[in-house]
């Protein structure tokens, strides 16, 4: 099992950049694919970015494409989401997630992901 806290959240100004941080628990972090995912008020959570295991595969959304990186270091449990250019619209609550099972492809649905944190808010200003 991992717990999962995300770190980093807050508000910017549309075109600012924001550094996400989830920091897991356990020693078996770099079996886990990790992702982000996002849910924006009254929406469904929503697919943002994925890392495999050993961190050399990455999957986006297109939304977020070459604005987005994600990056992750086994050393220190910890992945991240550097989030650049920000707009109104990447306004939400930012999830960091887990998944023991998959690893290619990476998964992009919820439900494949079996761990969670509580979430961290993003807001872009107009």
């Known amino acids: 099992q991992v717990q999962l806290v995300e770190s980093g959240g807050g508000l910017v100004q549309a075109g600012g950049s924001l550094r996400l941080s989830c920091s897991a628990s356990?020693?078996?972090?770099?079996?886990?694919?990790m992702g982000w995912f996002r849910q924006a008020s009254g929406k469904e959570r929503e697919f943002v970015a994925a890392i495999s295991r050993g961190g050399g595969n990455t999957k986006y959304a297109d939304s977020v494409k070459g604005r987005f990186t994600i990056s992750r270091d086994n050393a220190k449990n910890t992945v991240y989401l550097q989030v650049n250019s920000l707009k109104p619209e990447d306004t939400a609550v930012y999830y960091c997630?887990?998944?023991?099972?998959?690893?290619?492809?990476?998964?992009?649905?919820?439900?494949?992901?079996?761990?969670w944190g509580q979430g961290i808010q993003v807001t872009a200003s107009s």
């Open positions: 356990g020693r078996t972090f770099s079996s886990y694919a």
């Open positions: 997630a887990a998944d023991a099972e998959r690893s290619w492809p990476l998964p992009t649905v919820p439900y494949s992901y079996e761990y």
